[in-house]
């Protein structure tokens, strides 16, 4: 049985006339369901309310003149007490008006499901030709219009926002705060981009999505999700341990490839990896009257005894960051002074970005014609290739290290050592010098790094440092095995905080066992994925250095990352 997709959005209904030619149907107002015209019904519950209010008062002041206990209550007290919280419930729900309307125009899922399907659509369907009913079904999709169909909201209310939004008098970034409902806000804005472009998002997913998680954190003014699809290379036996990795990715061969290194070095024992330092950093640049004023913060921030002071005043900002040194630059008469800390399982910018502005507000003191020009002044360095990073490092500096045998490179990888040392030598260390490349001395690690970050919650710009990367390969034991390592000075991770609390992401790094934060040792976590993510380079480089060496590089692309659909016939 083919399964077929709801519109994009619940509280969307069809156009006011249907195909059939039958008459528009008539939208419901949270009136409707009231027995009496709402203006009667208020009014009623109005003189309900003061009239057993005065009742009971009345009552009470007998009781409290006579000495007759309060608790002990008459048939038509208890029936009046009765009616005076009915009353009281349908005046704090705004007359009933709220209360109605989640009755009329937000049916549970189990009403849109029955009212959504055509009768005989799953035996239509059911009936296609084929091996058997649940066989999933492979045929191109229907082709989407280009142009946004007009569609009608089940509540007037809803109507007017969306008109509202595309006149401007509402801005689509307050939805969120004046409809209290993030699915409903993304919905309505998602509905008004269309009518102000005149171009359909149909094959932009709606549903299924957890709006709440991303407000204020992760993504502003969502109209829907992008689908990535995620593959797994693995086991990749790294240190002891099989991890299976997680790469959310729309390049062919990119995880089979990955997959064929993890399953060579799997068979050779595995790889070994060390955790060379653990920094994140962040730059402020400030300016001075003159460059020996600047000089003068340089001294006095780089003196050991005065560390200790500012290493107080930076920590104070959280119970994770610690710092552990500041590297200064001077230009003419401005500062750059490069912190750099430790942040626990969490990245870390916002972490460490607290601890610079807590010593900078208490270097104030000490210099007041320090003019602080901003948080960050490029010498971080952060989401751009800079040599500082190459050579200092940032966030988790990792080396990853394997000894492939010479039967598995013959018979797996299908090459010998020696082409591949060859190759490496003239491609990633040659040929990228003549380039003048920065960080860049490898085959694709930006391609691992990539598919990992993106699966499992990391913020991908930061791809570019992260993807810094050596790979060094040399034939050992006497020629006839393969020792090849990959030095990653920037690998910029974290297991709390930003996408990895989102529920796919989170399913990734709990695959890898290093979901959230780690209890027993705070930043282990986040230093594991980073060895994960040098050890998935790893194999990537071991593979597609192999497929180069023996000329399989094109033809495997062409078996696996071309579609064999006929594009003519889709198109048609």
Not at 57 to 71: A, D, G
Request: aromatic share 6%.
């Amino acid at each position: 049985m083919d399964v077929r997709r709801r519109p994009p959005m619940r509280s969307v209904r069809q156009s006011s006339t249907t195909s059939a030619g039958e008459p528009p149907v008539k939208h419901l107002k949270p009136s409707d369901a009231l027995p009496l015209p709402l203006y009667l019904t208020n009014g009623i519950f109005f003189a309900l309310f003061f009239s057993v209010a005065y009742f009971l008062l009345h009552r009470w002041r007998e009781k409290i003149r006579t000495s007759t206990p309060l608790h002990v209550l008459t048939l038509s007290e208890i029936a009046a007490i009765v009616s005076m919280l009915a009353s009281v419930i349908y005046l704090l729900g705004f007359f009933g008006v709220d209360f109605v309307q989640s009755l009329v125009t937000r049916p549970s899922g189990d009403v849109w499901d029955a009212e959504d399907e055509p009768h005989g659509a799953i035996l239509e369907e059911d009936s296609r030709p084929g091996p058997c009913a649940a066989a999933i079904d492979c045929s191109p999709p229907p082709k989407v219009a280009d142009v946004a169909p007009v569609t009608v909201f089940s509540s007037e209310e809803e109507e007017e926002m969306i008109r509202s939004v595309v006149a401007g008098s509402v801005p689509s970034y307050l939805l969120e705060s004046k409809l209290g409902d993030c699915k409903r806000a993304a919905a309505i804005r998602r509905e008004a981009l269309q009518r102000t472009t005149g171009r359909s998002l149909a094959g932009l997913p709606l549903d299924g999505f957890d709006y709440e998680a991303i407000l204020g954190q992760c993504c502003e003014m969502p109209v829907g999700y992008v689908q990535i699809p995620v593959g797994i290379a693995g086991p990749l036996l790294l240190d002891g341990r099989e991890y299976w990795v997680p790469m959310a990715t729309t390049e062919g061969c990119l995880v089979a490839s990955t997959n064929r290194g993890c399953k060579a070095i799997f068979t050779c024992g595995g790889a070994s990896s060390m955790v060379l330092r653990d920094r994140m950093t962040r730059a402020p640049v400030v300016r001075f009257p003159t460059a020996s004023r600047a000089a003068d913060l340089k001294l006095f921030v780089e003196d050991p005894i005065n560390f200790d002071t500012l290493a107080v005043v930076f920590n104070r900002s959280s119970r994770f960051a610690r710092l552990q040194g500041i590297h200064c630059a001077i230009a003419g008469k401005n500062l750059y002074m490069r912190f750099g800390c430790s942040t626990g399982d969490a990245m870390g910018m916002n972490m460490v970005s607290k601890g610079v502005q807590n010593v900078l507000d208490f270097l104030q003191t000490d210099f007041p014609d320090m003019d602080v020009i901003g948080i960050s002044g490029n010498f971080c360095s952060d989401k751009k290739p800079a040599a500082v990073n190459w050579i200092e490092g940032r966030g988790k500096s990792v080396v990853c290290e394997a000894i492939i045998g010479d039967e598995v490179v013959r018979k797996v990888l299908k090459t010998s050592v020696a082409a591949l040392v060859e190759l490496n030598m003239l491609k990633n260390l040659t040929g990228s010098a003549v380039a003048g490349a920065l960080g860049g001395f490898n085959a694709h690690a930006s391609n691992i790094v990539s598919a990992v970050y993106i699966a499992t919650g990391q913020d991908p710009a930061q791809n570019v440092e992260s993807s810094h990367c050596i790979t060094m390969m040399e034939a050992v034991n006497d020629g006839k095995d393969l020792h090849i390592s990959v030095t990653m000075p920037s690998i910029e991770v974290g297991t709390v905080g930003g996408g990895t609390q989102l529920a796919s992401q989170s399913a990734c790094l709990n695959l890898l066992g290093v979901k959230g934060a780690s209890k027993e040792s705070p930043g282990s976590n986040s230093r594991l994925l980073a060895t994960i993510v040098a050890g998935s380079v790893l194999a990537g480089e071991l593979s597609l250095m192999s497929a180069i060496a023996a000329g399989q590089l094109v033809k495997s692309h062409l078996k696996y990352n071309r579609s064999s659909r006929d594009v003519s016939k889709i198109a048609s």
